[in-house]
């Protein structure tokens, strides 16, 4: 399993950089360039100390050391341009990597994006992708390169005396296998450390979400203290990791020194027994010399690529999970008439043993069904179904007779429109929000449905109007406020089934009243599932039905479930309004 997570990691590598794949061929051919110059340079290093030195020729030794310093010239400019275009490659690897893993992870299902903490997963985006940066830029301007570029004096090497190469792969032996110990150990320290830092953020995240609670509650040094003890297990996590950074090239550079030391003197000893000529000596150690820089540049980041294997195992396993997918077969659903059947449908949450069904049930075109129950009867669950939001276990749901499991999502979703007890708004204005559902809606489109809506009430009251910046989930604006701009851009959507999940329950009397208004006027001719113990809001429906541990215990007329509920007898007794 191990391997072929690595595989699939280093496939990964190679799918973002094909997409800058001139860049990393200029960057090859820059790199051909460096390793020319570095033979040129033992090429004119052996020159030196055979025609120039021993010549005593002033001319001559003048013509060659501006040689030389050419060489030298072309190194560096080819240096510069190896690593410019390396880490430019690496710099937009880490920027594609962390939208195509937003754009997963908005692909995923609901439940499962919600079941996980948010401050993990910007964890894995800002933190992880931050070291995969930095780790890729060392991987391709330094570790790949000096990789190559010890391969091509190796090779030089061997060509000038095939036994001291011999005796510098045995020195090398130990260093590689110091290299592969601490690389799997690096791997494991990483994904530990890094997985405490995505629980350190996540919990971070809650204390920020939390504040309020925690201050009315007096529990601020509570979560200081949970906040201080995972604080310290990262501490010691991330104090192990360093560690073995710190570890890995000290001891692979005392390796090196020892193997260099051995290669000296054995170099020194077979020209003393004439095995070796002074020409052959002088290229061997120049070349040697040009070697060392490559190895100790590898043992350094060494360390930095067995850190880029763990970090990219932790992408890959959130790129591979499930996303939501339509059927290869599926179908676009018509706008058709909303009428909805479900047979025999079922829904089970094996973490809790809840289950929801089976519901039989039929809403006719242009009904408006109210739904009502004690907390945890599955109402809330029973409203995701319709968009697929959550997928049922067994049963079949119709839309004007189109099974919705067959149709795509998009048109599913733009056929259904949910407003939710806590509507989110996001970043921006006031008219980005309300565009959110229809991005290319005219202003006078906008206008219209914020008036129907009765924003445009509270909206001229407001610094800039339609052009005020909402604070993070709209916290500048009242919960009656973010209910009417929640139900304005479902208006714009004009969806042909509207589902409302008690949209009312934390308003006043007043903005109830004025939502339920709204509601009346644009529901008309729409089918509308409405969950709600509200007078204002089961005053709108035709039918009610009464849910109780996942079951429909009740289907009657809105007119005899008020009655009674007015009497205080019967189902609507057993039904209190939830919280």
Not at 95 to 104: E, G, I, K, N, P
Request: net charge positive; hydrophobic share 50%.
């Amino acid at each position: 399993m191990r391997g072929e997570r690595e595989t699939t990691a280093l496939g990964l590598v190679a799918q973002f950089l094909r997409r800058d794949l001139s860049a990393l061929l200029l960057a090859l051919a820059c790199l051909a360039v460096v390793v020319g110059c570095m033979f040129a340079l033992a090429a004119w290093a052996s020159t030196l100390m055979r025609e120039i030195i021993t010549a005593h020729s002033v001319s001559g030794l003048a013509l060659h050391l501006a040689i030389g310093v050419a060489i030298t010239l072309a190194l560096t400019a080819a240096t510069f341009g190896r690593d410019f275009l390396l880490v430019r490659s690496s710099t937009r690897f880490a920027s594609d990597l962390r939208m195509t893993m937003v754009a997963r992870q908005l692909r995923r299902p609901v439940a499962d994006v919600t079941s996980a903490p948010a401050g993990a997963f910007i964890s894995r985006i800002s933190n992880d992708i931050a070291l995969v940066h930095y780790a890729l830029v060392r991987g391709l301007a330094v570790f790949a390169p000096n990789v190559l570029t010890l391969g091509a004096l190796g090779t030089a090497l061997l060509l000038t005396s095939p036994v001291l190469t011999a005796v510098t792969a045995a020195l090398a032996a130990p260093m590689l296998a110091l290299i592969a110990y601490f690389g799997r150990r690096l791997q494991g320290t990483t994904r530990g450390s890094q997985q405490q830092l995505a629980n350190l953020t996540a919990l971070a995240a809650e204390c920020l979400d939390g504040a309020r609670e925690a201050k009315l509650f007096g529990r601020e040094g509570m979560l200081e203290s949970r906040f201080r003890e995972l604080s310290k297990t990262h501490l010691e996590l991330a104090l192990g990791e360093e560690r073995a950074v710190a570890l890995h090239p000290a001891a692979v550079t005392l390796g090196a020194v020892v193997g260099l030391a051995g290669l000296v003197f054995m170099s020194v000893w077979l020209r003393e027994r004439g095995a070796l000529s002074d020409d052959a000596l002088v290229r061997f150690l120049v070349l040697l010399g040009l070697a060392v820089g490559p190895m100790q540049e590898i043992a350094r980041s060494s360390s930095t690529v067995a850190r880029f294997i763990a970090l990219m195992r932790r992408c890959v396993e959130l790129l591979h999970a499930p996303v939501e997918e339509d059927s290869p077969t599926a179908v676009v659903l018509p706008r058709g008439q909303g009428r909805v059947t479900m047979h025999d449908v079922r829904v089970e949450y094996a973490q809790t043993g809840f289950t929801l069904g089976p519901l039989n049930l039929h809403i006719e075109s242009g009904e408006t069904l109210a739904i009502v129950g004690p907390s945890g009867a599955g109402k809330s669950t029973f409203i995701d179904l319709l968009p697929r939001l959550v997928l049922p276990a067994s049963g079949c749901i119709r839309i004007d007779g189109h099974d919705i499991s067959q149709v795509t999502r998009a048109s599913l979703r733009s056929f259904v429109a949910v407003v939710s007890q806590t509507p989110f708004l996001f970043s921006g204005t006031l008219l980005d929000n309300l565009r959110f559902s229809r991005p290319t809606a005219s202003r006078t489109d906008v206008m219209r449905v914020a008036r129907d809506a009765h924003v445009d009430e509270f909206a001229s009251r407001l610094p800039r109007g339609y052009e005020t910046e909402l604070q993070p989930h709209g916290g500048n604006l009242s919960v009656g406020q973010r209910q009417r701009i929640a139900l304005a851009r479902t208006m714009l959507a004009d969806p042909r089934m509207l589902l409302l999940d008690e949209p009312t329950s934390a308003l006043d009397a007043e903005s109830e009243q004025l939502l339920a208004a709204a509601l009346a006027r644009f529901s008309a001719g729409r089918t509308v599932v409405l969950i709600t113990h509200r007078q204002a809001l089961l005053a709108l429906a035709q039918r009610v039905i009464t849910m109780h541990a996942g079951r429909i215990v009740a289907d009657v007329s809105a007119a005899d479930y008020l009655a009674q509920r007015a009497a205080g007898s019967g189902v609507a007794e057993a039904t209190a309004p939830n919280a």
